[in-house]
T-cell receptor, first 116, second 117 residues
Framework: AQSVSQHNHHVILSEAASLELGCNYSYGGTVNLFWYVQYPGQHLQLLLKYFSGDPLVKGIKGFEAEFIKSKFSFNLRKPSVQWSDTAEYFCASAPAYGGATNKLIFGTGTLLAVQP | GAVVSQHPSWVICKSGTSVKIECRSLDFQATTMFWYRQFPKQSLMLMATSNEGSKATYEQGVEKDKFLINHASLTLSTLTVTSAHPEDSSFYIC?????????????FGPGTRLTVT
């Protein structure tokens, strides 16, 4: 069965600190991987996605994520966070092939609070 | 582009009544729409997938007779919670994808908070 785990449930950082949020997935085949962000009071937005190719993926707002196949991981990083990055971050996966390629499985989310 | 709206954003209903939630794609045609449920401090759980003009595909454990999904047009899907009970209180989120948009990308609505008293 497909699953996604996020180990950091709540992260508090000061502005300019570096960020790394962990995400591990479990699936017997090839997956597509996503990071979504939900700012307070807003809907989920796509930060970045990995389908194939370069395992280091760059997204919007200075975020990047690295796909490490051997570790089944897709950690999200940002070198210097801002107060406006305060939000909840969700990692998600979907099978890359077959009839369920659009079935996203979400992790439990990580609430990031950035202190000014 | 790729805006998805939901209506209502918040609804309170009495136990035993039915509630309909609408999901609309405002600036694109959604060939597929998805309905999720999110419990407090938990992840989004996929409830069902619907393709325009066909019956929805429900995930294991989701009662299709309780959560009626209709996707009658390329811009509208509805979720009706029938005979609602307090345990149905939750945050319901829809998303939409299109063959005309980036493959595999889903665009999310703002969600609907349902409270059953």
């Amino acid at each position: 069965a497909q699953s996604v785990s996020q180990h950091n449930h709540h992260v508090i950082l000061s502005e300019a600190a570096s960020l790394e949020l962990g995400c591990n997935y479990s699936y017997g085949g090839t997956v597509n991987l996503f990071w979504y962000v939900q700012y307070p009071g807003q809907h989920l937005q796509l930060l970045l996605k990995y389908f194939s190719g370069d395992p280091l993926v760059k997204g919007i707002k200075g975020f990047e994520a690295e796909f490490i196949k051997s570790k089944f991981s897709f950690n999200l990083r940002k070198p210097s966070v801002q107060w406006s990055d305060t939000a909840e971050y969700f990692c998600a996966s979907a099978p890359a092939y077959g009839g369920a390629t659009n079935k996203l499985i979400f992790g439990t989310g990580t609430l990031l609070a950035v202190q000014p | 582009g790729a805006v998805v709206s939901q209506h209502p954003s918040w609804v309170i209903c009495k136990s035993g009544t039915s509630v309909k939630i609408e999901c609309r794609s405002l600036d694109f045609q959604a060939t597929t729409m998805f309905w999720y449920r999110q419990f407090p401090k938990q992840s989004l759980m996929l409830m069902a997938t619907s393709n325009e003009g066909s019956k929805a595909t429900y995930e294991q454990g989701v009662e299709k007779d309780k959560f009626l999904i209709n996707h009658a047009s390329l811009t509208l899907s509805t979720l009706t919670v029938t005979s609602a009970h307090p345990e149905d209180s939750s945050f319901y989120i829809c998303s939409a994808s299109s063959i005309g948009k980036v493959t595999y990308e889903q665009y999310f609505g703002p969600g609907t908070r349902l409270t059953v008293t």
